[in-house]
DNA sequence: CCTCATTGAGTTTTT
DNA sequence: CTCAATGAGG
């Protein structure tokens, strides 16, 4: 199996799994064989004997990514992949950090804070600084502190400058201190603490940069500022890091990411080679065709450019609805003949700019009875009925936790109202402890005092009855003995929180089980310096199954922290694909349906007031175009109901920027009566209704126009007759207008 | 303490 | 329009 590794690759494939250790940058295009070059060159390098498999570090965006990277190496080298340094970020950073937790400053069993767990304790912090939330909303407060954490930035460091960045940052200061008041570290915090971490620790730096000899970066578009310099840090002067990316792909800038790293990147590593993987494996002709020349309306571009071994395929569909109802009907339409032609439902995917259009093509789909599945819903972990167990195991891990401590005080209900945890807060910010010790201290008398003790107690009856137990138990024990099972068995709709509660159980079970146990847990097995090993709890080179209880529980609850489950539950076998084109990214179908192709809405109409923020759209289409294999199809709708309000949308420009031999215009569905060509005939009764109101000048509301100067446009409102006649316009490039009809040259289109 | 009503916000999202 | 979050009242 060995001499096959390389076996299937073409040259520049080849060339970069094959590279001398060096710093490299590798230009992969969609669909180019990333994953493969990236899981290769790992195979290689061990196979070759270059490196041992403990010798170096991957990295990558998501748990999935990090668990296909794992699960390719294992097929292709008979090595046992645990305890290698592959991973996300997070992850990474969050295993460094517990291996060193004492040199990071952090409590043997800290936690990791979700964002809403961040969201709940920047709320705590604004109220307890006697800030106004009207005026310094929290959700901005949560914002600024990740913005700057993931620049690299502590509160002192950051300059402030206008009244509400001052603010901010007091903000900002504030949460940091309760943060380590209460042994919590949210998201960026891993990162931040395990490069300060990295910075201060000469010995521990020295050591890591030693043993890794090769770092391999996957998504290296979507590193934010903080990722590059954590990288730069632990590959260090020799180091080698190979970079794996595609500027084109770029989506993430809005939440920090850096595809100048890419630039800074080959300055900084010194990188001698870039090498650009443009075969494109996954789409025909067409298509590929359709995503370079709309790509290439980008100014800023490395360059690329895909190509295709395969034949041109199929032209790619336009469709123009009349309404978004229509847009479904003419989808549901395809989707049902392409499923009778033997196409699988879940090889076909609806893709969609944001998560409020799914509601429409939802409701048609429901209706006709084909199966289908969103992306992008609640998550396992993120259900109140987990949130509220975990809490409960992480103060029996952690009592000083406020935030687990606020959430299940008194729930189930009992006895501790709003007024006695505002008491005990005051108290407790006035002793400078945590609400746990508030709590145990000086209890106040009578009722409310009487609640809280037995809370007390019977948190410290969770830890005392489950101190050696395994874990799998632990949870079992923790939600029974907590009364949750028992408040939601006494609630109506309870019967599936309560299910929900029995599965956490199944999947403290299935964690203790596998590998993923290694991932979370202190490093133990692979020798850290002096500096390190001496802050390691003293049974250092325990096997896994002599693993103290609290290592498994905290491992337990970084996994419930690092990796929120699926998105939602695997619905049915064969489902149609629904997913916003962001959640796409990486996936591929056969056939493809892009919908709401409308200026305004994809583009997005926030994006064009932002820097950059066209570009970013752009290339977000071309994710969207370059997930299809064989069939791709584009919808747009003039009419579209939005926040309760109908819109008359322009037909986006990114369909302008597809050459038109590659696409082929059709209009309603065979399966429906062919119907006359004119804008107003092709509209169905009910919407054609609802547009009857013409205007003096004989224009329509919602019908297209042209205007000498402003260009392409839809009527949107429409006043006063005769002379007086007013229409405004929704122009694609100039937006809305309010013209007179005697003096503007309108033409209809 | 729970329920009902009002209010407001409403791109994209992983960790 | 529709959902989530907050506040008043039983």
Redesign the pocket.
């Known amino acids: 199996m060995s001499s096959s590794l390389l076996e299937g690759l073409n040259p520049q494939q080849l060339e970069a799994v094959t590279l001398p250790r060096q710093s490299a940058l590798i230009l992969a295009g969609a669909g180019s064989g990333k994953t493969r070059v990236l899981t290769t060159r790992i195979a290689w390098l061990i196979h070759t004997g270059q490196v041992g498999p403990l010798s170096l570090l991957a990295v990558?965006?998501?748990?999935?990514?990090?668990r296909e990277m794992l699960a390719r190496i294992s097929a292709m080298l008979p090595i046992n992949t645990r305890g290698m340094w592959i991973g996300?970020?997070?992850?990474l950073c969050?295993r460094m950090l517990r291996a060193h937790y004492r040199d990071a400053g952090l409590p043997q069993s800290f936690q990791i804070l979700?964002?809403?767990d961040q969201l709940s304790m920047v709320?705590r912090v604004v109220k307890a600084l006697g800030m106004d939330?009207e005026k310094y909303p929290?959700?901005q407060a949560q914002y600024f502190i990740n913005a700057n954490k993931e620049a690299g930035l502590r509160a002192a460091q950051v300059e402030a400058t206008d009244d509400f960045s001052r603010r901010y940052n007091q903000v900002y200061a504030a949460y940091d201190a309760q943060c380590n008041r209460e042994g919590v570290v949210d998201?960026?915090e891993?990162l931040l603490r395990c490069y300060e971490l990295l910075a201060k620790n000469e010995a521990l730096r020295a050591h890591y940069q030693a043993r890794f000899r090769h770092i391999l970066v996957d998504e290296f578009q979507d590193t934010n500022r903080l990722q590059y310099l954590w990288l730069k840090l632990l590959a260090g002067p020799q180091g080698a890091v190979f970079a794996v990316g595609d500027d084109d792909q770029s989506?993430?800038a809005?939440?920090g990411a850096r595809s100048g790293n890419m630039f800074d990147f080959e300055r900084d590593f010194g990188v001698q080679k870039v090498i650009k993987l443009e075969q494109n494996y996954r789409s025909q002709g067409n298509i590929l065709d359709a995503a370079n020349a709309l790509i290439r309306h980008n100014r800023a571009r490395l360059g690329k450019n895909l190509w295709t071994a395969e034949g041109k395929g199929e032209s790619l569909r336009l469709y123009e609805a009349s309404t978004d109802v229509d847009e479904a009907a003419y989808i549901l339409d395809e989707v049902r003949s392409l499923n009778s032609e033997g196409v699988r439902l879940s090889d076909i995917a609806l893709l969609y700019?944001?998560?409020?259009?799914s509601?429409v093509l939802e409701h048609a789909l429901f209706n006709a009875g084909i199966s289908y599945r969103v992306?992008?819903g609640?998550?396992f972990f993120e259900r109140q009925e987990i949130k509220h167990a975990l809490a409960y195991l992480r103060l029996t891990a952690n009592p000083e936790d406020d935030g687990a401590f606020l959430r299940v005080a008194?729930f189930?209900?009992?006895?501790?109202?709003?007024?006695?945890l505002e008491q005990l807060q005051a108290s407790a910010e006035g002793a400078a402890v945590s609400l746990w010790r508030a709590a145990c201290g000086n209890a106040p008398a009578g009722k409310a005092g009487t609640s809280l003790a037995a809370f007390v107690r019977l948190i410290e009856d969770l830890r005392a009855a489950t101190r050696d137990l395994p874990l799998p138990e632990i949870v079992e024990h923790v939600i029974e003995a907590s009364g949750l099972v028992a408040h939601y068995k006494g609630e109506k709709e309870g019967a599936e929180r309560v299910e929900n509660l029995e599965e956490l159980v199944n999947a403290a079970t299935a964690f203790a089980g596998e590998e993923g146990f290694a991932i979370y847990s202190a490093d133990r097995t692979d020798g850290a310096p002096e500096a390190a090993a001496a802050s390691n709890a003293p049974e250092t080179g325990a096997r896994r199954e002599n693993v103290g209880r609290s290592d498994a529980l905290n491992a337990f609850l970084s996994h419930a922290?690092?990796?929120?489950g699926e998105?939602q539950a695997a619905a049915g076998a064969d489902a149609l694909q629904l997913?916003?084109?962001?959640?796409a990214k990486g996936l591929e179908f056969d056939t493809v349906f892009i919908s709401g192709l409308e200026e305004g809405l994809f583009p997005?109409e926030?994006?064009l007031?932002?820097d950059g923020?066209l570009e970013?759209?752009r290339r977000?289409m071309y994710v969207a175009i370059t997930r299809a294999r064989r069939r791709l199809h584009l919808t747009h709708a003039q009419t579209r109901?939005?926040?309760?309000?109908t819109r008359y949308n322009v037909a986006s420009r990114f369909l302008d920027e597809i050459p038109a031999a590659l696409v082929r215009r059709v209009s309603a569905s065979a399966a429906l009566p062919a119907l006359p060509p004119s804008a107003a005939g092709a509209l169905p009764a009910r919407a054609a209704a609802s547009l009857r109101s013409y205007t003096a000048g004989g224009f329509r509301i919602g019908q297209s126009v042209t205007h000498p100067k402003f260009g392409a446009g839809v009527i949107v409102q429409a006043e006063g007759r005769g002379a007086d006649a007013r229409v405004q316009v929704n122009f694609r490039d100039a937006g809305l207008k309010w013209l007179a009809l005697e003096y503007a040259r309108l033409q209809a289109v």
């Open positions: 990558t965006f998501t748990n999935k990514a990090a996300t970020f997070h992850g969050n979700d964002s809403a709320k939330d929290p959700k998201f960026a891993l989506i993430y809005f939440r700019r944001s998560n409020a259009q509601r992306y992008g609640l998550r008194n189930p209900a009992r006895g501790i109202g709003g007024r006695t922290a690092l990796e929120a998105h997913m916003t084109v962001h959640s997005h926030n994006s007031t932002e923020g970013e759209e977000l109901m939005l926040h309760g309000h």
